[in-house]
């Protein structure tokens, strides 16, 4: 494989990663805690962690398909197609 090609893939899934994480640490603030049962209050620094969070994770993606910009070939577009289809 390319240099170039496995550098920016290897950045996507570490990107990628990060927004797994970002996602999660979003989900966990707003979803029923599972000992109560009762759903978390969003407070306006929780929301504002979120909306931070969600951003990073979309931000991530745009900065893995950018990765790929002077790119060809069959990783780029398989890359591409599955960037896709996490939005």
Do not use: H
């Given at each position: 494989?390319?240099?170039?090609?496995?550098?920016?893939?290897?950045?996507?899934?570490?990107?990628?990663?990060d927004s797994v994480d970002a996602l999660s640490r979003?989900?966990?603030?707003?979803?029923?805690?599972?000992?109560?049962?009762?759903?978390?209050?969003?407070?306006?620094?929780?929301?504002?962690d979120v909306l931070t969070w969600l951003?990073?994770?979309?931000?991530?993606?745009?900065?893995?398909?950018?990765?790929?910009?002077?790119?060809?070939?069959?990783?780029?577009?398989?890359?591409?197609?599955?960037?896709?289809?996490?939005?």
């Amino acid at each position: 494989m390319n240099p170039r090609i496995r550098a920016a893939y290897i950045d996507c899934l570490e990107l990628l990663d990060d927004s797994v994480d970002a996602l999660s640490r979003s989900l966990t603030s707003v979803v029923p805690s599972a000992s109560s049962g009762a759903v978390k209050p969003l407070t306006a620094s929780s929301t504002e962690d979120v909306l931070t969070w969600l951003s990073a994770a979309l931000t991530n993606q745009d900065t893995c398909a950018d990765g790929f910009s002077d790119v060809s070939g069959a990783v780029k577009d398989q890359m591409a197609s599955n960037i896709k289809d996490l939005s």
